[in-house]
C-alpha cells in the first residue's frame, strides 16, 4: 500500500531511466498509478451491491472491488497488449508493462491480500513483505517527481537562483543517475521478501510450528505480526523482528463465551459458515466472542491479531452476528477498529 504519489513517482523514475520525455513519460506516471482508479468501479459497486443477488455481489466485488481485478496480472497483460497495439514502440510497450507491474507488485508486496489471477482463480495471497511506510519505497520514488518539478518551475520563469547546482548536478549525471535510483529501489523491493522468507523458517524453527509466510504482516520497518493455531482453544501470537526474532507474544482464546449459552458451538458453526461466503475475507485466525442478551445470540468474529493492529490496514474488521433463538434468522453488523458498526445487506452472506 505504497502511497498514489509514490507510484506515481516510480512510473517518472522508468521514464527518465529509459530517455522519455513528455507525452510518454507522462503516459507512464499515468499507468504506474492506473490501478488505483478502480476507486471509480468501486464507488459504482457500493451503489449497486445490495440491489442483486449475494453470488452476483460476489462477482462485482471482484471485478470493481478496490485491489481486486484492476490490480490482477490479466488487467496488467491487457494493458500491456493495448498499448503495443496502439503504438508498436516495443521499449515504450515493455516500460509501460514494467510502470503498471511496479504497482501492483508493490501492493502485493506491502497490502493486505489480494487476487493476482483472477478470473482463473478467486484465491487470495500476498507477500506481505514490505511495511508500507517503508521510507525507501516511498520516499525515493519522490525524488524524480521533485526533479521534475523544479525543471517545470525553472521552465516558467520561477525559482531564479534556486537549486542552480542542483539542477546541474542532476543535468551532468542523468545518464546513471536515474538508472542507479531505479535499481536500487528495484534490489530493495526483491531482497525484502526473500528476508522474510528467512525470517519465517527461522521462527517456524524456533517454535517447532509451520509459521505461514502470507500470514506473517509486516507491523513497522524490519517486525512482522505472526501467528499460529497452537492447540484446540488458543492461537499463539508473536511480534517477530529480524534482529531479535520473538521480541513478545501472547496467547488468543479462540471461542470465549460469556454466561450460559445453550448450543453455543452451533452457533459458532453457523457464524463462521456464513463468514465464509462473503468477501473479501481478511480474517485468517477467527476468533468468536458469544452471549446471550434478549432472546438472541451474539456472535462476535474478529482476527486473532486485531488487537496489534490499532490503525492498521490489516484484519481490522470485526463481524456481529445477532441470531434470533425462536426463528433462527439473523442481522450482520461490521465495524473497523473502534468505528461504528453498520447493518449489512440481506445479501452480504450466502
Avoid at 507491474?101 to 502485493?108: E, Q
Avoid at 482463473?120 to 524524480?144: K, Q, R, V
Avoid at 525559482?159 to 539542477?167: T, V
Amino acid at each position: 500500500m505504497v502511497n498514489s504519489l509514490s507510484h506515481l513517482g516510480i512510473g517518472f523514475l522508468i521514464a527518465l531511466a529509459l530517455g522519455f520525455k513528455g507525452k510518454k513519460r507522462n503516459a507512464l506516471g499515468f499507468l504506474a498509478i492506473l490501478p488505483d482508479l478502480d476507486f471509480i468501479p468501486y464507488f459504482l459497486f457500493a451503489l449497486i451491491s445490495g440491489s442483486v443477488s449475494h453470488e452476483a455481489r460476489n462477482q462485482l466485488f471482484y471485478l470493481l472491488g478496490h485491489r481486486e481485478f484492476l490490480h490482477s496480472i490479466l488487467f496488467i497483460l491487457l494493458v500491456t497488449l493495448f498499448i503495443w497495439i496502439k503504438t508498436k514502440d516495443r521499449l515504450f510497450t515493455a516500460a509501460g508493462f514494467a510502470a503498471i507491474f511496479s504497482h501492483v507488485y508493490l501492493d502485493y508486496a506491502t497490502s493486505w491480500k489480494m487476487r493476482p489471477f483472477y478470473p482463473f482463480s478467486t484465491e487470495t495471497s500476498t507477500l506481505g513483505a514490505i511495511y508500507f511506510f517503508d521510507p525507501l519505497a516511498n520516499i525515493l520514488p519522490l525524488l524524480p517527481i521533485f526533479f521534475l518539478l523544479v525543471a517545470y518551475m525553472k521552465s516558467r520563469g520561477k525559482w531564479k537562483g534556486k537549486f542552480n547546482n542542483f539542477c546541474a548536478l542532476v543535468t551532468k549525471n542523468r545518464s546513471k543517475l536515474y538508472p542507479a535510483l531505479l535499481i536500487v529501489l528495484v534490489v530493495w523491493i526483491a531482497v525484502l521478501p526473500v528476508a522474510k522468507l528467512f525470517l519465517v523458517n527461522y521462527i517456524s524453527g524456533s517454535e517447532g510450528a509451520k509459521i505461514s509466510y502470507q500470514d506473517t504482516y509486516p507491523s513497522s520497518v524490519g517486525k512482522f505480526i505472526s501467528a499460529y493455531s497452537y492447540n484446540s482453544t488458543h492461537y499463539r501470537i508473536m511480534e517477530v523482528s529480524y534482529w531479535s526474532g520473538i521480541e513478545k507474544s501472547d496467547y488468543i482464546e479462540k471461542i470465549n463465551v460469556t454466561g450460559a449459552v445453550p448450543d453455543a458451538s452451533a452457533y459458532v458453526e453457523r457464524a463462521g459458515k456464513l463468514y465464509s461466503t462473503a468477501v473479501p475475507q481478511e480474517i485468517d485466525y477467527p476468533v468468536y466472542s458469544i452471549s446471550e442478551e434478549n432472546g438472541s445470540v451474539n456472535v462476535t468474529l474478529s482476527d486473532a491479531r486485531y488487537q496489534y493492529v490499532k490503525y492498521w490496514a490489516y484484519f481490522k474488521t470485526v463481524y456481529r452476528f445477532v441470531f434470533d433463538k425462536e426463528s433462527g434468522k439473523y442481522v450482520a453488523y461490521a465495524r473497523e477498529q473502534e468505528g461504528r458498526g453498520e447493518k449489512l445487506e440481506e445479501n452480504y452472506f450466502g
